[in-house]
């Protein structure tokens, strides 16, 4: 979804974890997959109350199969980091993307598999 200028929504939840924005209504599914539910110690997002997931529901559903039919929901991935529950939209040229920030979550596991090997040798 575009806010009108050409340019994609800003989604609470993608803001927070400082993504890039999934392209289309694919950016609802990426917000809505990182929202933060009501009870926790953040604002909750997208999910308020038990009506407004009801009411978003059936519209991830419908979304989710028009971009499983054009290909583009294998490119809605999880962050590999396994201390981190970030949805993100790969942009790789060859849906090769493993982790949300590759600054972040892949520094830590390239780091940790560097030391894996030199404590090896």
């Known amino acids: 979804m575009t ?27 990426q917000d809505f997959l990182n929202t933060i539910t009501e009870g926790t110690i953040a604002p909750p997002d997208l999910l308020v109350t ?5 009411y978003f529901e059936m519209a991830l559903l419908l979304i989710c199969h028009q971009s499983q039919l054009e290909g583009v929901l294998r490119r809605m991935k999880s962050c590999k980091s396994e201390t981190c529950d970030v949805v993100f939209f790969d942009r790789s040229n060859n849906n090769s993307g ?7 979550c892949g520094n830590r596991a390239n780091v940790r598999a560097h030391r894996e090997r030199s404590a090896a040798v």
């Open 50 to 54: 038990l009506d407004t997931a009801h």
């Open 98 to 104: 493993a982790w949300h920030d590759v600054k972040v």
């Open 3 to 29: 806010d009108g200028s050409g340019r994609y929504m800003a989604w609470p939840a993608t803001t927070r974890y400082g993504l890039s924005v999934a392209p289309g209504t694919l950016g609802l599914v």
